[in-house]
């Protein structure tokens, strides 16, 4: 069985965490987020993966170089490069070729997911459903337009309530579909999308297009402020009060940071997350803080709900974001 993983967003509500790197490798935990999304499909035994890029794809290819390589029983990677951006079913058919022959799973890029994909797929297989859409239940949390099933694990639509009867009820899809390789032929050359397209033709038409309800834990961070408190979430989740891989001060509470990370003794750092190669000076303080690569925050820097970035090489309009030294603070 192959998998394809989605990673051409651009990423632009997580703007400015992703003005220097894809949105599918940007650190959560301490890993790029893509690392979750191949780990799910390795650990449903897919041989093959294919992933698509599209902004910095260089950030791409570089967060997965060291999966998948020679000599251990994992999934091997491509490459499906898109000078333009195609949407989730033009990414699709583009790489059909090597989709084609058998079921496939697509999985988001930008996820985390804590569940196994096995039971997933057993029921897709069983149901002989064309296409199965992994969903976890709506709740008030979740701001994402709703997928509705019926009493029969159908789907019945996409979006708002309006024309849905009593017994469908609201859920969240988590952005992996379990697909047969028949949908391959109603994909058309060029761009075009999953759920805004094909999915909706196919529920008119009489296919079968069901959900599969995980109840594992699942979440996305598709804008600076839910990352943090999905970062923040996950550590809770875990029962750890850091997760700090590097030198560090005694005085940090929820903060993750890996290891090329240095952070004074003297220096108080809480609810935050630190990327590679940060360093924070002497008597400094901060609370709900990302710092992206390679900054260096010196002494006395006090912040609070706020994102630290490098100065980039090329200067344009700062807007909401303020120069200090080498780096930008925008507002969280």
């Given at each position: 069985m192959k998998g394809m993983i989605l990673a051409a967003g651009l990423g632009t509500r997580l703007h400015p965490l992703t003005d220097f790197r894809a949105k599918a490798a940007v650190p959560f935990l301490n890993r790029p987020l893509i690392h979750y999304a191949w780990e799910l499909l390795a650990g449903a035994g897919l041989q093959e993966i294919m992933i698509n890029s599209h902004h910095l794809?260089?950030?791409?290819?570089?967060?997965?170089?060291?999966?998948?390589?020679?000599?251990?029983?994992?999934?091997?990677?491509?490459?499906?490069?898109?000078?333009?951006?195609?949407?989730?079913?033009?990414?699709?058919?583009?790489?059909?070729?090597?989709?084609?022959?058998?079921?496939?799973?697509?999985?988001?890029?930008?996820?985390?997911?804590?569940?196994?994909?096995?039971?997933?797929?057993?029921?897709?297989?069983?149901?002989?459903?064309?296409?199965?859409?992994?969903?976890?239940?709506?709740?008030?949390?979740?701001?994402?337009?709703?997928v509705f099933l019926d009493e029969k694990n159908n789907i019945t639509g996409f979006g708002p309530a309006e024309n849905r009867t009593p017994s469908d009820q609201p859920h969240v899809f988590t952005g992996v579909h379990i697909l047969d390789p028949k949908i391959l032929d109603f994909i058309p050359a060029g761009p075009s999308e999953t759920v805004n397209d094909l999915y909706p033709r196919f529920i008119q038409e009489g296919y079968r297009v069901q959900g599969f309800v995980s109840k594992a834990y699942w979440c996305e961070c598709s804008t600076p402020q839910r990352y943090l408190m999905r970062s923040l979430e996950v550590l809770q989740n875990r029962g750890l009060d850091n997760l700090i891989e590097g030198e560090a001060s005694p005085l940090c509470q929820g903060v993750v940071a890996p290891r090329s990370v240095q952070i004074d003794g003297s220096s108080v750092v809480k609810d935050s997350v630190l990327w590679d190669d940060v360093k924070v000076g002497p008597n400094s303080s901060l609370s709900g803080v990302i710092v992206t690569n390679g900054v260096t925050l010196g002494p006395e820097t006090h912040l609070e709900n706020a994102i630290v970035t490098p100065l980039p090489e090329k200067t344009e309009p700062l807007q909401a974001a303020q120069r200090v030294g080498d780096s930008l603070i925008w507002p969280l």
């Open positions: 794809p260089h950030s791409i290819e570089a967060a997965v170089q060291d999966l998948g390589t020679e000599g251990q029983k994992t999934p091997s990677i491509l490459f499906s490069h898109e000078t333009e951006r195609l949407g989730t079913a033009g990414a699709i058919g583009k790489v059909r070729d090597f989709l084609a022959g058998d079921t496939f799973v697509v999985c988001s890029g930008k996820i985390y997911f804590e569940q196994e994909l096995d039971q997933a797929i057993g029921f897709h297989q069983e149901r002989e459903s064309l296409v199965t859409l992994v969903l976890v239940p709506d709740s008030d949390e979740y701001s994402y337009n709703p």
